[in-house]
């Protein structure tokens, strides 16, 4: 297993080429030493809900039929299925719920983040039915963070108020009709947990549906409430050039890397890196500053806000403490690898967490508080700074591979883009110059050439004059490639290609970390607006090509709830159940308007979605 069979980038592989000189061990050894993984656990047919367990299915049907409940194995794989939504979900909403706490504390406490973006705070406030006329900007912002602290508590059954205030009539009307209208963030997760444990909920269908319920919350509740209430503190993504990949640490300089997901914490230690004191003790001990980068999607969320650098995504984390030049990685939650504290031991390099949620064995522990964040973050960055002298200079290789991409296409940045109005976009759609637009989803998966499937699939869909938008790993991914250049263009069919030269943008638009792929929903649910359809009839699809996290399976459960067709690359721990199966692939068309497709040839998953999406604007007589 050569390093050029690991990933496609040139800058990860000479640091996977380093780790193996040097026997650090990295994921890709762990894997390895995985071999063989278990049969039971990859078709999702273990259960281990109760002690009298753990239980397994015979899938060749010569052994036990039954767990020793009587659970079968459609109800197991449904049961595991459910949970993993539960935890996704759970993941992105807590986030969430995290940042309207922030705000919170700003306008009760004086927690130190002030409202940045106030034309985006009423925008939200008008959305939610809230007055914005003549009201202090204070008073709207409690209204607003009032009708997201219901959206996690409430106890009635009506739909939650970010949902009921971002999705079109038709798409709720769907929801209702299924069931599957989320009442409230955390119920829909906590109910999960409730029907999953031994001896509830037995039937697939409406355990699916449960999950399905959650994921809608996710995506249309948590995760939609994370993407706004950051751009009302952190301000709202505007487009700019970026770079990408491991070429950003620099050896003269104090590197920290920022890596996790809630922007409360890394929007703070950008600030701390630019502080004077700082820097000037950063020169005494015989830096040339400090240099703060970011890593997986908070490292996104810097980057389309801010244009801070981003070091890479999941799989080069270990990769970045591989080049002997950090000083400091600072982690909060989310993708963070446990052994980066063993990689780190390899170096002088300081793995500092600071959730509380998130305590790493044998780290530095900062732990955050909103209301003291500066202090906090300064003192992160002193650490860092400090440990600049402990740097062992015959360690050090820093890859020259490096990137410059645009990004920061938030919905409001595409729209001004486009001149005020989604209509040059619906008219090249319409007209067939744009055939249609496909969402593309985070992740890298160790199971896949790292970034393989990210870059094919997104040029392969270009080629067919499909435009591509964004999120998360494969973001990261694109930006590393050089794919966010409106240069790249050149590589797309020939309406696509025209259409980016006439708007300078290219053919593959980065909107940000993984709670952003809501800002995907909010875009679709614009354009069914506009044409006076449900998001199910546009020319749309969705793929998470590298999928690996929970997470991924919530974000890809929204999608189809949201009436969209979303291909899995790699394989969720579900083929142990054909009645499960069916209800993915299947029967969810008729119930939500969307449905799974799985294929690990990003090739022929192109072929697939493009012919998807010509059915879509056959059907639509476009
Ligand atoms: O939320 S894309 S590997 S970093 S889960 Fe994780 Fe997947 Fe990357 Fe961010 Ni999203
Ligand atoms: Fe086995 Fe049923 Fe317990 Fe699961 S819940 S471990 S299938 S007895």
Known sequence: WKPEDKSIDQATQEMIKKAEKENIETIWDRLEAQQPQCGYGQLGICCKNCFQGPCRIDPFGDGPKKGVCGA???TIVARNLARMIAAGAAAHSDHGRHVVIAMYEAIEHGAPYPIKDEKKLKSVAKKLGIAVDNREIKEIAKDVIKKAFEDFGKQDDSIINFADAYANDKRKQTWK??????????REVVEIMHRTTMGVDHDTVSLIAQGIKASLGDGWGGSLIATEFQDILFGTPQIGKREANLGVLKEDYVNIVVHGHEPVLSEKIIEAAQDPELIELAKKYGAKGINAVGMCCTG????????????GNYLQQELAIVTGAVEAMVVDVQCIMPSLVDVARCFHTKIIDTSSLAT??????????????????KEIVRTAVENFSNREKNKVQIPKGKSEAIGGFSVEATLEALGGSLQPLEDAIKSGTIRGIVGIVGCNNVKVKHNYNHITLTN???KNDILIIGTGCWATACAEYGIFLPEYAKNAGDGLRTICESLGIPPALNMGSCVDCSRMLVLADLMARDLGVDISDLPLAGSAT?????????????FVASGIFTHLGTTP???????VVKVLTENAFDIVGGAFYVEPDPVKAAKTLTEYIEKKRKALGI
């Open 72 to 74: 079968t194995a459609d």
């Open 300 to 311: 996104l969320e810097l980057l389309v806000r801010h244009g801070t650098p981003i070091a």
């Open 177 to 186: 009709d299924a069931g599957v209208a989320p009442r409230n963030i955390d």
């Open 546 to 558: 590298e999928a690996m996290t929970e997470k991924a399976v919530s974000i890809g459960t929204y």
């Open 360 to 377: 790493f064995p044998g780290a530095t522990h900062i732990k955050f508080d909103e209301r003291k964040a500066d202090e906090i973050a």
């Open 460 to 462: 392969e869909l270009i």
């Open 573 to 579: 721990p579900v083929l142990g159940s054909q009645e």
